[in-house]
Structures are given as C-alpha cells and as structure tokens.
C-alpha cells in the first residue's frame, strides 16, 4: 500500500508557473506507474501526464504537450509535475495516483492509489 501526499498548488497568473510535488509512502515507490490527473468545476476528472515506473514512457495530455513536464525521483519517492506557460483553463484540483499492478497506466480506473488533491488557479 502506498500513501500520496501533494503539494505546490497555488494562485498564478496566466504564463506562470508552478510545480507539483507527490510524496509516496513506503520502501517500494519505483514498483508503481504514476499519474496526474485533473478536475474542474462541472467536469470529469482527466489525465494530464503520466510515467512508468522507470520513467522512461511518458504520456501528456494534448493541451498540456510543450508545457509541462512529468519527472519522478526514485530516491526520493516523488513524481513531479512541472506547469509552464499556465492557461486559465488549467484551473482544476490536481491530484496524483499511483498503479501497483501495471509498468505503465494511462486509465483513471487502473489506479490504486490517489492523493487528496491540490489546487491550482489561473488567473487570467
């Protein structure tokens, strides 16, 4: 079992930036794909970035290519997500997951495990 801890949300002005963190809990961290997802007011919750747990394969969400960035650090039992060039529609409840079972997961239902969020605000 794994325990996820966000943090680093905040109110940013549009083309800001801001970077996620997602602390795990527990010795075996690299044995889970992670994921950030994202969910705003009156919408369903969808993937923003997601990495194997080598990090070697990396999914982004479209609107998201070219701005952020997911890394993870093994050693450190945190997955990142870097946000550049950030966009009022980008507002939302971030939140990270994690899958025991699969070296790579881009489907909500697949993930475990799940933080209980943090916010980011864009303003425009």
């Known amino acids: 079992q794994v325990q996820l801890v966000e943090s680093g949300g905040g109110l940013v002005q549009a083309g800001g930036s801001l970077r996620l963190s997602c602390a795990a809990s527990?010795?075996?961290?690299?044995?889970?794909?992670m994921g950030w997802f994202r969910q705003a007011p009156g919408k369903e919750r969808e993937l923003v970035a997601a990495?194997?747990?080598?990090?070697?394969?990396?999914y982004y969400l479209e609107s998201v290519k070219g701005r952020f960035t997911i890394s993870r650090d093994n050693a450190k039992n945190t997955v990142y997500l870097l946000m550049n060039s950030l966009k009022p529609e980008d507002t939302a409840v971030y939140y990270c997951a994690a899958d025991g079972l699969r070296l790579f997961s881009t489907l909500a239902y697949q993930y475990d495990y799940w933080g209980q969020g943090t916010q980011v605000t864009v303003s425009s």
């Open positions: 527990g010795r075996t961290f690299n044995n889970y794909a």
């Open positions: 990495i194997s747990r080598s990090g070697y394969r990396i």
